[in-house]
């Protein structure tokens, strides 16, 4: 899953890095291997810790002896905050050089990911996993930046970012069944743990790379809490709607203050003379559907996972080794059809693929509505395999569709505003399915719901894309 920002489109004609007093001056010249080891480890640890955690949430309840809305936070933490500082951490990175951005994501997740498996208590890991997500969210422009300068020929370029994008898939791909071997075989606390070897790693890499240049960046911090503040009040709301009631007082009051927040980002955003987010972008057709599509189909991809691993354990008794393993099949053909979906847009629009993985998305959330507590595990397992497969053929085609047909010095923006978009929609999916299911006496109520959700979000966002998108392309190739 290709995560594009403004970081990624850096100037060839950078400035002379600038390397701090007291610390060895850089190599004249970076290895490419090293580079893009160091970029992969980034983005697939990165990757693995948005799906590996689903698998050990019955375990931690049981160790720390959490609610439905705890389990959620876990998940939601990471996911929250990731989202909220995606959208200026390119800028971030540019200011203080991509090399230091990536040392210190990488630090701060891999110190956030010892104190996860170190947690006492729900408090210090929920917390934990916030500073994961922030952590990320630095650390995804700053690997794509080193990336950028490091390969001058767009070609080689190009299929370095292709690796980069496919380490990503096989991380979200395996994260289920390496999250239930860990938790089986040691302790949920080793999924945490895992993080440690390979930040070590990272950063040994980072001492051989040639030290990036820093640039002149503003950093929107109003519009940048504000952001963080929507998100938070928000997620809260829809987390805590599902446990205390819609209508109480401390539901009502995030919701409110996420209005408020919202207003204040749009409106500071209007009034920058350099806005972290131009808000005309949103006039272009194109990226409307595209951040529809991309919120719809990481709600019901995360949301999935999130329902059939607590569908598995709590409800089925299966371990975490073995939920782990029920989702290969939908997970082993991810990478796959990554690559037949871009084959299918360069051919015949990306609305094509873009349509077409969302209605098979649909089907397999439809005939989830099958499934009960005595369904047979197969049932399941090959019904996740269309979810799976439609988010793999789609997922590609959204970041190009929105590249294609906006202006170039904005479509890292746009993409950053894309990824911001289906990271929301990964958390606020969580936050409203876990809701549906907290009382367990009504989880097939809660599981039937959920899918019914996705369906209608699935429907109507894929005949957005089929009508408005074909539009779009229909127009390009009658001017061409």
Same mark, same amino acid.
């Given at each position: 899953?290709?995560?594009?920002?403004?970081?990624?489109?850096?100037?060839?004609?950078?400035?002379?890095?600038?390397?701090?007093?007291?610390?060895?001056?850089?190599?004249?010249?970076?290895?490419?291997?090293?580079?893009?080891?160091?970029?992969?480890?980034?983005?697939?640890?990165?990757?693995?810790?948005?799906?590996?955690?689903?698998?050990?949430?019955?375990?931690?309840?049981?160790?720390?002896?959490?609610?439905?809305?705890?389990?959620?936070?876990?998940?939601?933490?990471?996911?929250?905050?990731?989202?909220?500082?995606?959208?200026?951490?390119?800028?971030?990175?540019?200011?203080?050089?991509?090399?230091?951005?990536?040392?210190?994501?990488?630090?701060?997740?891999?110190?956030?990911?010892?104190?996860?498996?170190?947690?006492?208590?729900?408090?210090?890991?929920?917390?934990?996993?916030?500073?994961?997500?922030?952590?990320?969210?630095?650390?995804?422009?700053?690997?794509?930046?080193?990336?950028?300068?490091?390969?001058?020929?767009?070609?080689?370029?190009?299929?370095?970012?292709?690796?980069?994008?496919?380490?990503?898939?096989?991380?979200?791909?395996?994260?289920?069944?390496?999250?239930?071997?860990?938790?089986?075989?040691?302790?949920?606390?080793?999924?945490?743990?895992?993080?440690?070897?390979?930040g070590a790693l990272g950063l040994a890499l980072l001492t051989r790379i040639q030290a990036s240049p820093r640039r002149e960046a503003p950093v929107d911090l109003v519009g940048q809490l504000s952001v963080v503040a929507s998100l938070a009040g928000l997620t809260y709301a829809v987390?805590?709607?599902?446990?205390?009631?819609?209508?109480?007082?401390?539901?009502?009051?995030?919701?409110?203050?996420?209005?408020?927040a919202t207003a204040v980002f749009v409106r500071t955003q209007s009034r920058r003379e350099r806005p972290m987010v131009p808000l005309s972008i949103f006039k272009s057709r194109t990226v409307v559907v595209c951040l529809a599509a991309g919120f719809t189909i990481n709600a019901v991809f995360y949301g999935a996972i999130f329902l059939l691993g607590m569908y598995f354990q709590q409800v089925r008794g299966a371990s975490p080794v073995s939920t782990g393993a029920m989702f290969i099949p939908m997970c082993a053909l991810?990478?796959?059809?990554?690559?037949?979906?871009?084959?299918?847009?360069?051919?015949?629009?990306?609305?094509?693929?873009?349509?077409?993985?969302?209605?098979?998305?649909?089907?397999?959330?439809?005939?989830?509505?099958? %499934?009960?507590?005595? =369904?047979?595990?197969?049932?399941?397992? !090959? &019904? $996740?395999?269309?979810?799976?497969?439609?988010? #793999?053929? @789609?997922?590609?085609?959204?970041?190009?569709?929105?590249?294609?047909?906006?202006?170039?010095?904005?479509?890292?923006?746009?993409?950053?505003?894309?990824?911001?978009?289906?990271?929301?929609?990964?958390?606020?999916?969580?936050?409203?399915?876990?809701?549906?299911?907290?009382?367990?006496?009504?989880?097939?109520?809660?599981?039937?719901?959920?899918?019914?959700?996705?369906? %209608?979000?699935?429907? =109507?966002?894929?005949?957005?894309?089929? !009508? &408005? $998108?074909?539009?779009?392309?229909?127009?390009? #190739?009658? @001017?061409?």
């Amino acid at each position: 899953m290709a995560i594009l920002t403004r970081s990624a489109r850096t100037d060839r004609t950078d400035r002379t890095p600038v390397v701090p007093a007291g610390e060895p001056s850089a190599p004249r010249r970076s290895s490419t291997t090293t580079v893009l080891a160091a970029a992969l480890l980034a983005f697939f640890v990165i990757s693995l810790d948005g799906s590996v955690v689903n698998v050990a949430l019955p375990a931690i309840s049981h160790s720390l002896r959490g609610t439905m809305a705890d389990l959620q936070w876990i998940v939601d933490g990471y996911t929250l905050m990731f989202a909220a500082f995606m959208l200026s951490a390119g800028t971030f990175s540019d200011r203080i050089g991509a090399t230091r951005a990536y040392a210190w994501g990488l630090a701060a997740f891999t110190v956030a990911s010892l104190a996860c498996g170190v947690a006492p208590n729900l408090g210090t890991l929920i917390g934990a996993r916030m500073v994961q997500g922030g952590a990320a969210a630095l650390m995804v422009p700053a690997s794509l930046a080193l990336i950028r300068q490091t390969y001058s020929d767009p070609g080689k370029r190009a299929r370095a970012i292709a690796i980069w994008t496919a380490a990503g898939s096989v991380a979200v791909a395996v994260g289920p069944v390496v999250g239930g071997m860990l938790t089986s075989g040691l302790s949920w606390r080793a999924v945490f743990y895992l993080n440690l070897p390979v930040g070590a790693l990272g950063l040994a890499l980072l001492t051989r790379i040639q030290a990036s240049p820093r640039r002149e960046a503003p950093v929107d911090l109003v519009g940048q809490l504000s952001v963080v503040a929507s998100l938070a009040g928000l997620t809260y709301a829809v987390i805590e709607g599902g446990r205390a009631g819609w209508g109480s007082p401390d539901v009502l009051g995030t919701l409110a203050l996420a209005a408020v927040a919202t207003a204040v980002f749009v409106r500071t955003q209007s009034r920058r003379e350099r806005p972290m987010v131009p808000l005309s972008i949103f006039k272009s057709r194109t990226v409307v559907v595209c951040l529809a599509a991309g919120f719809t189909i990481n709600a019901v991809f995360y949301g999935a996972i999130f329902l059939l691993g607590m569908y598995f354990q709590q409800v089925r008794g299966a371990s975490p080794v073995s939920t782990g393993a029920m989702f290969i099949p939908m997970c082993a053909l991810i990478s796959i059809v990554n690559m037949a979906g871009v084959k299918l847009a360069a051919r015949k629009g990306a609305w094509v693929p873009m349509t077409i993985g969302q209605l098979v998305m649909t089907a397999g959330s439809l005939l989830m509505l099958t %499934v009960t507590s005595h =369904t047979s595990y197969l049932v399941p397992v !090959l &019904l $996740l395999v269309p979810i799976g497969l439609g988010g #793999g053929l @789609a997922v590609p085609s959204l970041t190009a569709a929105i590249l294609e047909n906006i202006d170039g010095e904005r479509a890292g923006t746009a993409a950053a505003v894309l990824n911001t978009f289906r990271q929301v929609g990964s958390c606020i999916a969580v936050a409203a399915f876990g809701a549906l299911i907290a009382d367990t006496s009504h989880f097939q109520q809660g599981f039937d719901t959920s899918f019914v959700i996705s369906v %209608v979000m699935l429907l =109507t966002t894929a005949a957005a894309t089929g !009508l &408005l $998108l074909r539009r779009v392309t229909r127009r390009a #190739g009658d @001017a061409a």
